[in-house]
C-alpha cells in the first residue's frame, strides 16, 4: 500500500512538471507573438512577409488537429510564394523531434497532407471557391488577403501602418474540427462565436 501512495505521488508530480513546462512554452511563445505585433519599429525594419513567416510557423503551436494528422507538420502555400526562403529557414532551425515540412502547392488536390494553408494574394480571385471546398477539411486556412476572415477563412494576416494584425474567424475554425489556443485568440480580433473558456489551450 505504501509503495502504491509512492507512485501515485511520483506520478502526480511528473505530470504537475509536465503542465507547468508546457505552460511555460505557451507563456513564452505567446509572448515573442505579442511582441511581434506590438513593435512597430522592428516592423518597419524587418521583411513583411519574414514577419508573417513567423507568425505561420508558430501557428502550428497554437492548433490542435484531429488525431488522425501525424505529429510532423506540413506548411503548405497555395498560389505564388512570397516567402522566399523565410518559412524553410524557419523549418531547418525548429526542434528535431517533429519535422516541419514546407510544400508549394497548385491545386486544392494537393492538400491532403497539410496542416496550415497559406493561400497567396495571387489566389485572390479564386478565395471563394478555395474555402468553399476546404469548408469541412481539418486545414488551418491563413491569407493576407484583405477580409479573408470576413469571408470564412480562418486567420488572417492583417498589415496596417507598418503593423501585422491577427484576425481570427472561429466559426470556420470550428466547423474544421481544429481547436485554437485560447493564448492565440486572446492576441486577435475575432469574427464569430467564440470558443469555450479554455478551448484548445
Partial sequence: MLRNR?????????????????????????????????????AEKADEYQLKATFLFHFLDFTKWPSSKN??????????????????????FARKDHKTFIKHVSTLKDTYDCHILFISRSEKNHLNKILEKLASSPLLTVSDIRSFAENNGMIELSRKSNKTKLIINLNSVKKSGLRLNSNLIDLAQVVGVKQKSGSGS
Avoid: E, W
Fill in 6 to 42: 509512492k507512485l501515485l505521488r511520483t506520478l502526480l508530480a511528473n505530470t504537475f512538471v509536465i503542465r507547468y513546462l508546457r505552460f511555460q512554452f505557451f507563456c513564452l511563445i505567446t509572448t515573442c507573438l505579442f511582441c511581434l505585433l506590438q513593435q512597430n519599429a522592428y
Fill in 71 to 92: 505529429d510532423d507538420k506540413t506548411i503548405c502555400i497555395l498560389g505564388r510564394n512570397p516567402f522566399s526562403n523565410h518559412l524553410q529557414d524557419l523549418a531547418n
